[in-house]
């Protein structure tokens, strides 16, 4: 099915009715208590499952939503916490609603299977065909095998009180867990295996926009518009932690990952949809100015801290300097950014700003009325191209209009 035909049929699908629309309500509502006691696990679910309810509503057929609505659980399942002690798995003391709760809160395997459909099946929510379906069929297989053996291996993570990252405890529904096949299965590796099926997917997804429909290519930008932001954010995160030490560093990365549903939502929905060229320049101008200044602020804090180290042994008067480096960085290297990215992504916006600076100027040389009025008429055909062109002139008081 064409690009065209896909989006007609996709405008013609009816909503859903009231009672499963409520039903859907409840269920996206449901999953937000789950994720209460992590703020940030609290904001992802919120957005995956509010935005995956809302396509379920609007475009019940679309998997895209029950996908976000899928994820939106796993991922309140994944900042879940029991109230519980790693030596309650070991000794039998755990009631039957306890471990079948610990078994759900482990669902890393379903999240990164999800991710992988999500990436593989937008925006239409079918898999392509060609090889880049046949591949990522079998990735998906892959994807599935994974969750389905770190469902059942022989140890879990559990979010637990006084464990950060979560506790490696015994899986109560682990499958022959004395067997030799778990020792030879590498559980550690499967992370990344998952983490490589995903950009395989994300890699196809570009791929199959340079081939796409109009509209089916601006739905993928906006997506890949948010992961790009995403990548950035991350990647600052990681340099700035490590210069300053302190997870705050992570605030931008983890409202970026809390956005890509909402850029989902509005491609699915085409709301604005091209609108895109200059939230694209927006957002990558401010990523790439969020990293320079990350470098900025890294580099900084460690050069002074060398620098002042024989002077003080607190860094916090190197943290303070940087800051105020990086704060007065900020407007010049935005400006400059900005231009050379509004030149690439945003090419009318940057065209029309050119002749208005170039009008500003030769204004300046201008004091004849007529003059003005020329200059004028010819900037207005030259930024927008007018059928015609009229400029008016109020008259004076007490002047009658010719």
Do not use: C, K
Not at 247 to 259: C, E, M, Q, S
Not at 299 to 315: F, K, N
Request: charged share 15%; proline share 6%.
């Amino acid at each position: 099915m064409s690009g065209g035909q896909a989006a007609a049929g996709a405008t013609a699908e009816r909503p859903l009715g009231v009672a499963a629309s409520v039903a859907v309500v409840v269920g996206t509502l449901a999953a937000i208590p789950i994720a209460l006691p992590s703020g940030y696990g609290l904001l992802w679910v919120a957005s995956y499952a509010s935005v995956g309810g809302l396509l379920v509503i609007r475009r019940p057929r679309n998997p895209i939503g029950w996908i976000l609505l899928g994820l939106g659980w796993s991922l309140g399942l994944l900042s879940g916490e029991m109230d519980v002690t790693p030596g309650q798995f070991t000794d039998g003391s755990l009631s039957l609603p306890e471990m079948g709760l610990a078994w759900l809160l482990n669902a890393s395997g379903a999240a990164f299977t999800l991710f992988a459909a999500l990436m593989a099946t937008f925006p239409s929510g079918r898999l392509p065909g060609g090889r880049w379906g046949t591949a990522l069929r079998v990735a998906l297989g892959v994807d599935v095998a994974l969750a389905v053996l770190t469902a059942f291996a022989p140890r879990i993570n559990v979010n637990m009180p006084g464990y950060p990252d979560g506790a490696m405890v015994p899986n109560p529904f682990a499958i022959a867990p004395d067997s030799p096949f778990w020792r030879a299965v590498p559980i550690g590796l499967l992370f990344f295996v998952g983490i490589g099926i995903i950009v395989l997917a994300a890699i196809s997804l570009v791929a199959r926009a340079r081939r796409s429909a109009s509209v089916e290519r601006e739905q993928i930008r906006w997506v890949a518009a948010s992961v790009g932001a995403l990548i950035v954010a991350m990647v600052g995160g990681i340099v700035v932690s490590g210069a300053i030490n302190n997870g705050i560093a992570y605030v931008p990365a983890i409202l970026a990952f809390a956005a890509l549903p909402i850029s989902i939502g509005i491609a699915v929905l085409r709301y604005r949809l091209y609108d895109i060229d200059r939230i694209i320049s927006r957002t990558l101008a401010y990523a790439i100015v969020t990293a320079v200044l990350a470098g900025v602020f890294g580099a900084a804090v460690l050069g002074l801290q060398a620098l002042l180290r024989p002077v003080t042994a607190e860094s916090q008067v190197a943290v303070a300097a940087s800051t105020l480096l990086v704060a007065a960085l900020f407007g010049p290297i935005r400006h400059r950014v900005q231009r050379v990215v509004d030149r690439r992504f945003d090419r009318s916006r940057y065209d029309a700003a050119r002749v208005a600076d170039g009008f500003g100027a030769r204004l300046r040389d201008r004091l004849e009325l007529d003059a003005v009025s020329a200059e004028l008429a010819s900037t207005a055909h030259a930024a927008l191209r007018p059928a015609s062109v009229s400029v008016w002139v109020r008259p004076r008081s007490g002047e009658e209009t010719p």
